[in-house]
Protein backbone atom coordinates (compact mmCIF):
# COMPACT_ATOMS: atom_id res chain seq x y z
CA UNK A 1 0.00 0.00 0.00
CA UNK A 2 0.81 3.38 -0.40
CA UNK A 3 1.02 6.55 2.75
CA UNK A 4 -0.19 10.24 1.42
CA UNK A 5 0.80 13.47 3.32
CA UNK A 6 -0.55 16.46 1.75
CA UNK A 7 0.89 19.65 2.55
CA UNK A 8 0.81 23.38 0.90
CA UNK A 9 -2.57 24.56 1.65
CA UNK A 10 -3.39 27.93 3.60
CA UNK A 11 -4.45 31.27 3.50
CA UNK A 12 -4.24 32.92 0.00
CA UNK A 13 -6.15 36.29 -1.66
CA UNK A 14 -7.76 35.74 -4.67
CA UNK A 15 -5.83 36.08 -7.51
CA UNK A 16 -2.98 34.26 -5.52
CA UNK A 17 -1.23 31.37 -6.18
CA UNK A 18 -0.36 27.96 -3.74
CA UNK A 19 1.30 25.07 -4.80
CA UNK A 20 0.22 21.67 -2.82
CA UNK A 21 2.47 18.74 -2.51
CA UNK A 22 1.78 15.17 -1.53
CA UNK A 23 4.32 12.95 -0.31
CA UNK A 24 3.90 9.03 -1.17
CA UNK A 25 5.83 6.38 0.67
CA UNK A 26 5.90 2.75 0.34
CA UNK A 27 7.18 -0.38 -1.49
CA UNK A 28 6.36 0.90 -4.90
CA UNK A 29 5.38 4.28 -4.23
CA UNK A 30 6.57 5.74 -7.95
CA UNK A 31 4.40 3.37 -9.79
CA UNK A 32 0.93 4.79 -8.47
CA UNK A 33 -1.30 6.88 -10.32
CA UNK A 34 -1.74 10.55 -8.62
CA UNK A 35 -4.75 12.51 -8.65
CA UNK A 36 -6.52 15.47 -6.87
CA UNK A 37 -10.25 16.05 -5.34
CA UNK A 38 -11.49 19.08 -3.72
CA UNK A 39 -14.63 19.37 -1.52
CA UNK A 40 -15.83 22.52 -0.53
CA UNK A 41 -18.47 23.37 2.30
CA UNK A 42 -21.52 22.42 1.36
CA UNK A 43 -20.84 20.86 -2.15
CA UNK A 44 -20.10 17.16 -3.86
CA UNK A 45 -16.20 16.18 -3.39
CA UNK A 46 -14.88 16.73 -7.33
CA UNK A 47 -12.31 15.78 -9.57
CA UNK A 48 -9.48 18.59 -10.08
CA UNK A 49 -6.63 16.49 -11.40
CA UNK A 50 -4.58 13.62 -12.47
CA UNK A 51 -0.88 12.08 -13.24
CA UNK A 52 0.11 8.38 -14.51
CA UNK A 53 2.49 6.94 -13.05
CA UNK A 54 5.23 8.00 -15.42
CA UNK A 55 3.99 11.47 -15.88
CA UNK A 56 2.71 10.22 -19.46
CA UNK A 57 -0.90 11.06 -19.18
CA UNK A 58 -2.79 13.78 -17.35
CA UNK A 59 -5.82 14.66 -16.70
CA UNK A 60 -7.80 18.02 -15.35
CA UNK A 61 -11.50 18.59 -14.72
CA UNK A 62 -12.38 20.84 -17.47
CA UNK A 63 -12.78 24.68 -15.81
CA UNK A 64 -9.23 24.11 -13.99
CA UNK A 65 -7.17 23.54 -16.96
CA UNK A 66 -6.22 26.68 -17.24
CA UNK A 67 -5.05 27.52 -13.92
CA UNK A 68 -3.71 24.65 -12.37
CA UNK A 69 -0.72 22.27 -13.37
CA UNK A 70 -0.65 19.06 -12.06
CA UNK A 71 3.42 17.08 -11.93
CA UNK A 72 5.66 15.12 -10.14
CA UNK A 73 8.96 13.77 -9.39
CA UNK A 74 9.34 10.52 -8.62
CA UNK A 75 12.48 10.81 -7.41
CA UNK A 76 10.91 12.26 -4.62
CA UNK A 77 7.51 10.35 -5.01
CA UNK A 78 6.18 13.52 -4.38
CA UNK A 79 2.89 14.96 -6.61
CA UNK A 80 2.07 18.59 -7.13
CA UNK A 81 -0.77 20.75 -7.85
CA UNK A 82 0.60 24.39 -8.84
CA UNK A 83 -2.79 26.54 -8.62
CA UNK A 84 -2.74 30.20 -9.87
CA UNK A 85 -5.44 32.47 -10.29
CA UNK A 86 -7.02 31.36 -6.94
CA UNK A 87 -11.03 32.41 -6.52
CA UNK A 88 -12.98 31.80 -3.50
CA UNK A 89 -14.63 29.77 -5.18
CA UNK A 90 -11.46 27.34 -5.39
CA UNK A 91 -11.76 27.33 -1.26
CA UNK A 92 -11.32 23.54 -0.16
CA UNK A 93 -10.31 20.74 1.50
CA UNK A 94 -7.84 19.39 -1.45
CA UNK A 95 -7.53 15.65 -1.31
CA UNK A 96 -4.45 13.66 -2.62
CA UNK A 97 -5.49 10.07 -3.79
CA UNK A 98 -3.67 7.47 -5.66
CA UNK A 99 -3.55 3.98 -7.38
CA UNK A 100 -2.36 1.28 -8.92
CA UNK A 101 -3.80 1.94 -12.61
CA UNK A 102 -4.85 4.33 -14.97
CA UNK A 103 -5.77 8.00 -14.34
CA UNK A 104 -9.56 8.69 -14.29
CA UNK A 105 -12.17 11.53 -13.39
CA UNK A 106 -13.66 9.50 -10.85
CA UNK A 107 -12.68 7.79 -7.74
CA UNK A 108 -12.41 4.52 -7.40
CA UNK A 109 -13.27 1.96 -4.14
CA UNK A 110 -9.56 1.30 -4.00
CA UNK A 111 -8.19 4.44 -3.89
CA UNK A 112 -5.52 5.77 -1.33
CA UNK A 113 -6.42 8.73 -0.12
CA UNK A 114 -4.46 11.33 2.05
CA UNK A 115 -6.19 13.67 4.88
CA UNK A 116 -6.26 16.55 3.16
CA UNK A 117 -5.00 20.50 3.43
CA UNK A 118 -7.00 22.99 3.20
CA UNK A 119 -7.59 25.60 1.11
CA UNK A 120 -8.91 29.13 1.63
CA UNK A 121 -9.04 32.23 -0.58
CA UNK A 122 -10.36 35.43 0.87
CA UNK A 123 -9.49 38.76 1.14
Known amino acids: QVQLVESGGGLVQPGGSLRLSCAAS????????MGWFRQAPGKEREFVAA????????LYADSMEDRFTISRDNAKDTVYLQMNSLKPEDTAVFYC????????????????WGQGTQVTVSS
Open 97 to 112: TARMGIVTRSARLNDY
Open 51 to 58: ISWNGGSM
Open 26 to 33: GRTASRYA
